[in-house]
């Protein structure tokens, strides 16, 4: 169930949304509230699950990463399929996303390689996965636009 946000919260989401190492001290300056009032609704936060986690954001290209691609997969149908599926994919490190999806596919999977032959070997651990039954996959030219969920724009 979605959790009502209001303004305080907002401010707090956007601007750790774009410095996840703000402190508290800096965001109780920001949304005019005590350093214990933001600690406590990011604690709230938190364990509402609004806020999943913190993480650093790594330049692909830094990282020998620079080719995304997605893969369409088509898989037999059934629960003991998918969670085959489901496993052999979490353990694929290259893969960042996995998303269910409704229409002829079944999951469309989202990776990053360091270029077309490593894509290539990707692809061949993928389609030996059991209940795979084909793929798809379109290489990302250019991406020109990934960004976070803006928190101003969520719903009340």
Known sequence: MARNLDDVDRVILRELTADGRS????LAR???????????RLQRLERDGVISGYRAIVDPDAVGAG??????????????????????LAAEAR???VHEVAGEDCY?????????????????????IPPVRSTSTT???????????????LPG
Do not use: H
């Not at 920001?30 to 406590?40: A, F, K, W, Y």
């Not at 469309?108 to 030996?128: C, F, I, N, P």
């Not at 990302?140 to 976070?148: D, K, P, Q």
């Open 108 to 128: 469309w999977v989202k990776l990053r390689v360091s270029g077309t032959a490593e894509l290539s070997e990707v692809l061949d651990r993928v389609r030996a």
């Open 30 to 40: 920001t949304v005019g509230l005590s350093e214990p009032s933001v600690r406590d």
């Open 139 to 153: 290489i990302v030219l250019r991406t020109v636009i990934e960004r976070a969920l803006d928190p101003g724009e």
């Open 95 to 97: 893969v960042l996303e």
């Open 23 to 26: 402190t508290v001290r800096a």
């Open 67 to 88: 080719t995304a691609a997605f893969i369409a997969l088509r898989f037999e149908p059934g629960q003991k399929a998918k969670d085959v599926v489901n496993r052999e």
